[in-house]
């Protein structure tokens, strides 16, 4: 006799499939001038341009990372004259104060470790390395470099590599001491930029292909923020080619790349759902028939 397969045991199989994740929601956060409160947007991945989700209710917000197993959106902001560490509300932009990091300069760029779960982020001006609090928003210096230039944007790879950029490179270095590992200079020809105060000012890995996004400064009169305009880039941290995407939300001042489930396998896992609840609801009806007759 040929066994028929269970139903249930498929069904099971489906919906215990390894979701496969499609990066493609990028966040953005703006503000034109440093006393203007910051919004959040999302950015098309096509051609850069931005939605606005809304207003943070902080001041400066130039730095935000992901934690990717929990979905909680970091940023550091000003408000009251407090700098503290927020979560943003990715639906209607809100922030929410966890609490002081302690100094006043402002945070450039911030990364989250994915592996051991740390949160990260850069002090330009002091040149150094934090790592945050995510229940208080105390900040605990880890390292600090000297000679960096401008400073701007900070991010860890899916493999725990931590690159910033600066001036014109790309540097992989060691976040327990901040020692450079490797550099490549970014190759921003033919991308039509001109090279006025021109900054990389955030960026984050898409964890799926490894693809490194940023946002990209460029002003005709430096003195002027409202002459600034601002774009979404590619970056390759192999070889530093810098592909322009296109022209974005002025005032754009950081990047952060959520993962997102496959459409198709979400699909796939409803279906194996499905078909579990079936099976069961079908074999317990059995079992009731089988008992009644008894």
């Known amino acids: 006799m040929t066994r028929r397969p269970n139903a249930f045991r498929i069904g099971l199989l489906l919906a215990m499939l390894p979701i496969a994740l499609n990066a493609q929601l990028i966040y953005g956060t703006a503000y034109i001038s440093n ?6 947007y999302t950015l098309n991945p096509t051609n850069g341009q931005a939605s606005l989700v809304g207003a943070i209710g902080f001041t400066r917000v130039s730095g935000i990372t992901i934690n990717r ?3 909680i959106l970091y940023g550091v902001g000003r408000s009251d ?8 509300n990715t639906s209607t932009g809100a922030g929410t104060a966890v609490g002081s990091v ?4 402002n945070v450039t760029d911030m990364a989250f470790r994915q592996s051991d779960q740390k949160l990260y982020g850069f002090d330009r001006r002091s040149g150094k390395i934090v790592t945050f609090d995510t229940t ?23 493999s725990g590599k931590l690159y910033y950029a600066h001036a014109g490179t790309l540097d992989e270095i060691d976040p327990s001491n901040g020692s450079v590992i490797a550099t490549v200079t970014l190759n921003f020809a033919g991308v039509g930029l001109n090279s006025n105060s021109p900054r990389i000012n955030g960026m984050d ?5 490894g693809t490194l996004w940023g946002s990209f400064a460029q002003g005709g009169d430096s003195s002027n923020p409202n ?58 009806s059995r079992i009731a028939r089988n008992k009644s007759v008894a």
């Open 35 to 40: 006393g203007e409160a910051s919004s959040l």
């Open 81 to 88: 004259g407090i700098q503290s560490l927020i979560t943003i």
């Open 136 to 158: 208080t928003g105390a900040a605990t210096t880890v390292a600090t470099i000297s000679g960096l230039g401008s400073v701007s944007a900070l991010a860890f790879s899916s």
């Open 227 to 284: 002459d600034y305009i601002n774009h979404l880039f590619k970056i390759d941290p192999l070889t530093g080619a810098v592909v322009k995407i296109g022209l974005s939300v002025q005032g754009l001042e950081s990047v952060a790349v959520a993962a997102l489930p496959e459409p198709a396998t979400t699909a796939l896992m409803v279906l194996g759902l499905s078909i579990v609840g079936f099976s069961a609801r079908w074999r317990f």
């Open 102 to 105: 302690g100094f006043t300069n």
């Open 205 to 209: 890995f898409d964890p799926t292909s």
């Open 69 to 71: 197993s929990t979905g």
